[in-house]
């Protein structure tokens, strides 16, 4: 598990990426699974688990609410390579 420091520098990093720049982040699954909407920060300390049981490269996106209802950013789109990568992809 990575210390404190790392953590803050990772998270540092991410927030400057279109994606880390929201609130939450839409974690996508497959086309038969619905995704979930989490607080950025959770979302990225806990991304292992989130998609511990989808192999493979991964998916999410940055996202907002507004007036209770998500507002997904598919333009501030990431990907995670299901071991130690994020690659965040902008418009």
């Not at 989490?38 to 609410?65: H, K, M, N, W």
Request: charge should be negative.
């Amino acid at each position: 598990m990575p210390d404190n420091n790392d953590w803050e520098q990772f998270l540092s990093e991410a927030a400057e990426t279109p994606a880390g720049q929201h609130e939450h982040l839409y974690i996508m699954y497959s086309w038969r699974e619905p995704g979930i909407v989490c607080r950025t920060t959770e979302a990225l300390q806990d991304i292992d688990y989130l998609y511990s049981s989808a192999p493979g490269p991964r998916y999410f996106c940055g996202a907002d609410v507004s007036n209770g209802s998500p507002v997904l950013a598919f333009s501030d789109f990431a990907e995670y390579d299901g071991g130690d990568k994020i690659t965040a992809y902008t418009p």
